[in-house]
């Protein structure tokens, strides 16, 4: 019997549509990060940051079927992330993060997406200012 992965018990799919539909509704207000994507429509980033994060959590593995290695820092040089902009990100994420309940995203497991992202954001940062 496989253990229950992170992914499954937070919910599932369910949940991190919720949390990355949240973060982009977000983004398209955000003075800071809009401007940096460079599509018009932000749906299929929507899908590329949900895929991957879904995966890193155990669950399905279609980012890497369609995108291959993730390669997150190589794919973020063309955008200057400094500290502004990991600000931004995070606060959008964390929004999105707040609008799952606590029946479905325990105290424990909440600490753990938040503290992930929080590191992996800090990763990102290509630019001192
Ligand atoms: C892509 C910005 C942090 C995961 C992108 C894109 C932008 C961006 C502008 C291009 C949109 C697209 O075409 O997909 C930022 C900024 C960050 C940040 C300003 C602030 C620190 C993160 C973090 C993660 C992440 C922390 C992961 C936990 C991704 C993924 C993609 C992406 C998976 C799509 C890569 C691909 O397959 O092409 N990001 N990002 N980003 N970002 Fe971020």
């Given at each position: 019997q496989?253990?229950?992965s992170f992914?499954?018990?937070v919910g599932g799919e369910q949940t991190f549509h919720r949390i990355?539909?949240?973060f982009y509704r977000e983004v398209a207000a955000d003075e800071v990060l809009r401007p940096l994507y460079p599509e018009e429509d932000l749906g299929?980033?929507?899908r590329r940051l949900r895929m991957f994060?879904?995966?890193?959590?155990g669950g399905p593995r279609t980012y890497s079927d369609e995108r291959g290695h993730p390669r997150l820092r190589m794919r973020h040089m063309?955008?200057?992330i400094g500290p502004v902009e990991r600000d931004a990100w995070l606060r959008c994420m964390r929004i999105g993060v707040a609008e799952i309940?606590?029946?479905?995203?325990d105290d424990a497991h909440r600490k753990q997406l938040l503290d992930y992202l929080e590191m992996a954001a800090?990763?990102?940062i290509n630019s001192e200012w």
């Open positions: 496989a253990t229950t992914y499954e018990a990355i539909a949240a299929p980033a929507e994060l879904e995966q890193y959590w063309p955008f200057k309940e606590p029946e479905m995203l800090n990763s990102l």
